[in-house]
């Protein structure tokens, strides 16, 4: 039988290749035939995916809280995998620089468009009875979503409002992270003390957000913008893409976070505290920490205005989208 020439082809590639590694084809090939046929389950090791929620309580909706925040953790994952690709690039490609944040914002706009769930997808009652389980553990612990900050600014640009003119790029990465902004929301404002959730996560995370921090010391996103052709610099798809990624990350995620806050923790005039202790009111409005990755795209207005039309929105006693 004649032998199709696309196959001999394809084995003298294979041949040739396994020959270069100093390996034998023939041993790949009877790999190859004993080898199960692949599964849809099996290849997204589905059953384990499935056997990852484990409730605390007896509550059912505890279930759909467990998932989301896992889902959630995924779609940090994609971002970050199109981050890094962007951080490490040294082609500055402007058609590969917009695809990378393009694909940044279409996830984060899918997890922004999914917090309906978490606002309107549980019973209140349900929600502050379970919760209790889950102390001190909190959304705040998410390590993905602080390396998703690194990968995009500098440090300085992360530090708490109250201290950030008196640092610079010129500080170490350590005395930085000392002072970032979210460390804030985590600490009692009477006694300046630390909660038990950041204690936990600074001994679990710091090493690895410190080491991260250092690997892209000049080459966060923003750096990367700042070291492009100045052609490619104005190019106006580009900076529309990056003030959308500023606005999904710094503004409408938060604000999110900030409505489902507001329905659960909000009510008759006595705030609930959030299970890891942080306070929400001061730690998620925009308006407040004016965290910005790329400030330069904006006016002094558009800086000074940072997120303020929604968190109005939020507060006011007319809006009753977060209290229904």
């Given amino acids: 039988m004649k032998q199709d020439p696309k196959i001999q082809s394809q084995i003298n590639k294979l041949e040739e290749k396994y020959k270069n590694s100093g390996q034998d084809l023939s041993s790949y090939l009877d790999g190859l035939l004993y080898q199960r046929y692949l599964t849809y389950w099996d290849y997204i090791h589905l059953d384990t995916l499935l056997s990852l929620q484990v409730p605390r309580t007896h509550f059912?909706?505890?279930?759909i809280f467990i998932m989301y925040h896992q889902i959630t953790e995924l779609y940090f994952k994609l971002i970050l995998h199109e981050q890094k690709q962007i951080v490490e690039d040294r082609s500055q490609d402007l058609t590969f620089f917009i695809e990378k944040v393009r694909r940044i914002n279409s996830y984060f706009k899918a997890l922004i468009s999914s917090f309906s769930i978490m606002i309107k997808g549980m019973e209140r009652e349900q929600f502050?009875?379970?919760?209790?389980?889950?102390?001190?553990?909190?959304?705040?612990?998410?390590?993905?979503?602080?390396?998703?900050?690194i990968y995009a600014t500098p440090l300085e640009n992360m530090l708490h409002f109250t201290e950030r003119s008196n640092f610079s790029g010129v500080d170490t990465i350590e005395d930085l992270f000392e002072h970032v902004y979210w460390k804030k929301g985590a600490t009692d404002l009477k006694t300046g003390e630390k909660t038990l959730t950041l204690k936990q996560f600074?001994?679990?995370?710091?090493?690895?957000?410190?080491?991260?921090a250092n690997q892209v010391k000049n080459s966060t996103i923003y750096q990367k913008y700042l070291q492009l052709p100045d052609e490619s610099k104005n190019n106006e798809e580009l900076i529309d893409s990056l003030k959308q990624l500023d606005m999904n990350a710094n503004v409408n995620w938060p604000l999110m976070h900030m409505g489902s806050?507001?329905?659960?923790?909000?009510k008759e005039g006595k705030d609930v505290e959030a299970t890891g202790g942080t306070n929400w009111k001061q730690y998620?409005?925009?308006?407040?920490?004016?965290?910005?990755?790329?400030?330069?795209?904006y006016s002094e207005y558009e800086l000074d205005t940072w997120g303020k039309e929604w968190v109005?929105?939020?507060?006011?006693?007319e809006n009753k989208e977060y209290k229904e």
Avoid: C, V, W
Avoid at 202 to 212: Q, V
Avoid at 261 to 266: C, H
């Fill in 312 to 317: 109005d929105h939020i507060f006011n006693p």
């Fill in 128 to 149: 502050l009875r379970y919760r209790m389980a889950l102390l001190p553990a909190s959304g705040f612990q998410s390590a993905q979503y602080r390396m998703i900050e």
């Fill in 261 to 266: 806050a507001y329905r659960y923790l909000a």
């Fill in 202 to 212: 600074e001994t679990r995370y710091t090493p690895r957000l410190l080491r991260i």
């Fill in 284 to 297: 998620l409005p925009p308006s407040f920490q004016k965290i910005i990755f790329f400030p330069t795209l």
């Fill in 60 to 63: 059912p909706d505890e279930e």
